[in-house]
């Protein structure tokens, strides 16, 4: 150890930063021992690791969701990151809840609002993204979040293992019920509330697809109409939260649950981690072959 950088002050700056050893002992030389601008040098090295991986696929990572006390507000958040180990890191998982509960205390509508959100430690969301990258070594970034707030309805919520996330919007308040229909969602993965959200472009793909089929059994032009009908019906009940039967009671639809309850699904998001993301596909053995030919 040099004689003006102490066990101590290594040890300082390894507790108010996360780095490792032999990173704060360089910096403090490089700071002539000045603590703050060893820290400030620090980050703007992260910064830029930051920016060196932020081509790099995150595809893994977990979802975030909090619902305020009187259960009339809830968040969830997507954050992504490059491997499964990163994602169940203590400082990972912290980051994705603390997001969550900074949004449950103010409303942001752009994805610029929400990298501009200040946490509970004063950073903002993207001071704390770009730091975290800069100590665990991996791209992450903040995919997508969503938020609810009624003033007379209820606000619910279910976490999946990390990896699935709902978060419902009910009328009238009912965290029970609330909470059942988040977890059918979660399993059921309907694509709306009901029939007429259903997108009239969805509606008539559907209808071609049932057409050509109907097609093929030789059936007069009326009664084939009266299939694509029936089969749309079908198609309803399948996609829609209020058709499927739900998960805990398959003889009960959502719909009949929630209306013996004398309450209504105003809306829900679902977030799957990694959903719609193109995976790099790894081939070690091309890896190491083509390592070898360069050799």
Known sequence: MSDTISAAMVKELRERTGSGMMECK????????????AIENMRKAGLAKADKKSGRIAAEGIIGVKVSGDGKSVSMVDVNCETDFVAKADDFVNFVNDIANALLKTNVATEEDLMSLKLADGQTVDEARRNL???LGENITVRRFQKYQTENGGAACYLHGNKIGVIVELAAGNPELGKDVAMHIAASKPICVSDDQ?????????????RAQAAESGKPADIIEKMIAGRISKFFAEVTLLGQPFIKDDKLSV????????NSVVRFARFEVGEGIEKKEENFAEEVMAQVRGS
Request: proline content about 0%.
């Open 133 to 135: 990258i800069a100590k």
């Open 255 to 262: 719909g009949k649950l929630v209306a013996s309850n004398s």
């Open 198 to 210: 259903v997108s009239a472009e969805t509606i008539e793909k559907e209808k071609e697809i049932f």
């Open 26 to 37: 360089k910096a403090l030389v490089e700071a002539s021992g000045d603590m703050e601008l």
